[in-house]
């Protein structure tokens, strides 16, 4: 009888043992990935599967220069800190363009203007090219890629920590959008388009109903970053927020948690 009490008492402290580091581990996790910083789990088994579909090329091969990268995340170049255009130049210039030509962008206007929507500026602290309430970083930005020398075709996701894009989606889905949204020709002309969408719990855990408008005053500051961007570049935009928000949510696959806001075909001006 002693024996069967004390199997018990031991079998019960293990048990409890087991449950704490269970706990204890899952909690650290929260703990350390600041929301916005974990890993999309839906998302990145899309990833997987187009991946095993999609083939890869040998960089550095002059057989095959001409060739698209197709990997399933694409590290983007170092934006570049300087340009001979100032912002008041950039400033002055700026207007809406609904116009585009078919010329693809390059892996480096995409590297610039992602950063400029969202990029990180200081890495020690954690800081972005733009404001953000609480440094809460509410904002994620897709990218519907169409038309770029060295990128397939698809819908990507910007990660600003490691500075590359996930792909969510294989193949050009321009078309797609453009259905769902004023200005269709120039989603379907322009080599590129952002897609700007919204986690509004992650402000709202700290400013309860304020939220929503600042996450609305952000995508504007992150907007109006890649506006003055894209000049640089010589490139042209619109911001687009006329659109059926669940359609365009469908068709970009966003997850469940994020609204999509603002919608920006980027290329030259024709
Ligand atoms: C919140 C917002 C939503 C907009 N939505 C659209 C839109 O759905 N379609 C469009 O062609 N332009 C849209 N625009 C662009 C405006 O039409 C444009 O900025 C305005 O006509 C002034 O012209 P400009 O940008 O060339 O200075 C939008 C602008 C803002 C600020």
New binding site residues.
């Given amino acids: 009888m002693k024996n069967k009490k004390f199997i018990l008492l031991i079998t019960f402290i293990i048990l409890l043992g087991l449950t704490i580091i269970y706990i204890s581990t899952n909690a650290f996790d929260k703990f350390v990935c600041s929301s916005n910083d974990k890993i999309d789990e839906k998302q990145i088994q899309i990833t997987n599967l187009n991946k095993d579909t999609m083939g890869t090329i040998e960089e550095n091969n002059p057989e095959q220069e001409n060739k698209k990268i197709n990997y399933s995340k694409i590290k983007l170049p170092e934006p570049v800190y300087s340009s001979n255009t100032s912002v008041e130049e950039a400033l002055s210039k700026?207007?809406?363009i609904?116009d585009f030509q078919k010329k693809p962008l390059s892996i480096e206007n995409i590297s610039q203007i992602l950063w400029a929507a969202q990029g990180i500026t200081d890495k020690g602290k954690n800081k972005r090219t733009a404001p953000s309430a609480g440094a809460l970083y509410p904002l994620e930005i897709y990218i519907l890629i169409g038309n770029v020398k060295e990128i397939e075709s698809g819908i990507y996701k910007y990660k600003p920590h490691q500075h590359e894009i996930v792909l969510i989606a294989a193949g050009d889905k321009r078309g797609d959008l453009a259905k769902y949204c004023?200005?269709p020709e120039a989603i379907q002309t322009a080599p590129i388009t952002l897609v700007f969408a919204a986690v509004y719990e992650r402000t709202s855990v700290k400013y309860g109903q304020r939220a929503e408008r600042y996450v609305h005053i952000e995508v504007g500051h992150a907007s109006q970053n890649v506006c003055l961007q894209v000049i640089s570049l010589n490139l042209g935009t619109?911001?687009?927020?006329?659109f059926q928000d669940s359609y365009v949510k469908k068709t970009v696959q966003m997850l469940q948690e994020e609204d999509p806001l603002y919608v920006m075909p980027i290329g030259y001006s024709r």
């Fill in positions: 700026r207007k809406s609904r004023a200005q619109v911001t687009i927020g006329a």
